[in-house]
T-cell receptor, first 111, second 114 residues
C-alpha cells in the first residue's frame, strides 16, 4: 500500500520554507525521501530509521514519528534548485527491505 | 561510482508483443526493484528481488513477470504488452539489511505500446 503524501503540490518563492508530509497505515521501519527532476531518475535525500537514526542531506531535515507512522520533510530557505517532485518511500517492518513510494509532491520554487 | 543501467531508454512496441526490460547494477547489491511511474500515481512497485532467483510481488504485478538469474541483472518481462502498460519503468537496487542505505535508480525506460 502506498503511503499518503501531502500536499500534492506547493509553490514557493525563493527563500521560503515548505513542509511535505508522508503517512502510512502500517508500522514503519524506515522512511526514505527522494527528489526527482523532470526526465531524470529520483535522487536520494534522506533516510530516517526506526529508533531515531537519520542519514541525509545537510540543508534538508526531516522527522519520523514512529507512533503516528508519519514523516515530514522540511525544506528551509528554499532555492530554485529545490524544484522537483518529492517522494517518500516507506519500509514496513519485516518486509525484507521492500520500499513502497507515495504519489509525490510537486514543489515549484519561483524567483 | 554507483551505476544502475537500464539497457533501453525508449521503446515502442506493438500490442501483444513480448517485451524485455533489462537492468544491470555494478554494486553487488542483493536487492533489486522494478517500479512503474505514471503521472499522478507516483512510483508503484511491480516486483522486488532480494536474491538470485528470489522474487516477491509488489503492488501491481499483474501482466508482468521478472527474472533474476544473476545477481547483477534483473529483467522485467511483459508477456503480452498492452496499451495500458505504456509508462516509464524504473529499475533500482540497494544493499540488504543490516543497515539501511539509499536506493539507487536507473535512468528509466520509456515504453510506448501501440
Amino acid at each position: 500500500q502506498q503511503p499518503v503524501q501531502s500536499p500534492q503540490a506547493v509553490i514557493l518563492r525563493e527563500g521560503e520554507d515548505a513542509v511535505i508530509n508522508c503517512s502510512s497505515s502500517k508500522a514503519l521501519y524506515s522512511v526514505h525521501w527522494y527528489r526527482q527532476k523532470h526526465g531524470e531518475a529520483p535522487v536520494f535525500l534522506m533516510i530516517l530509521l526506526k529508533g531515531g537514526e537519520q542519514k541525509g542531506h545537510e540543508k534538508i531535515s526531516a522527522s519520523f514519528n514512529e507512533k503516528k507512522q508519519q514523516s515530514s520533510l522540511y525544506l528551509t530557505a528554499s532555492q530554485l534548485s529545490y524544484s522537483g517532485t518529492y517522494f517518500c518511500g516507506t519500509e514496513v517492518g519485516g518486509s525484507n527491505y521492500k520500499l513502497t513510494f507515495g504519489k509525490g509532491t510537486l514543489l515549484t520554487v519561483n524567483p | 561510482d554507483v551505476k544502475v543501467t537500464q539497457s533501453s531508454r525508449y521503446l515502442v512496441k506493438r500490442t501483444g508483443e513480448k517485451v524485455f526490460l533489462e537492468c544491470v547494477q555494478d554494486m553487488d547489491h542483493e536487492n533489486m526493484f522494478w517500479y512503474r511511474q505514471d503521472p499522478g500515481l507516483g512510483l508503484r512497485l511491480i516486483y522486488f528481488s532480494y536474491d538470485v532467483k528470489m522474487k516477491e510481488k509488489g503492488d501491481i504485478p499483474e501482466g508482468y513477470s521478472v527474472s533474476r538469474e544473476k545477481k547483477e541483472r534483473f529483467s522485467l518481462i511483459l508477456e503480452s504488452a498492452s496499451t495500458n502498460q505504456t509508462s516509464m519503468y524504473l529499475c533500482a537496487s540497494n544493499p540488504p539489511p543490516p543497515g539501511r542505505n539509499t536506493i539507487y535508480f536507473g535512468e528509466g525506460s520509456w515504453l510506448t505500446v501501440v
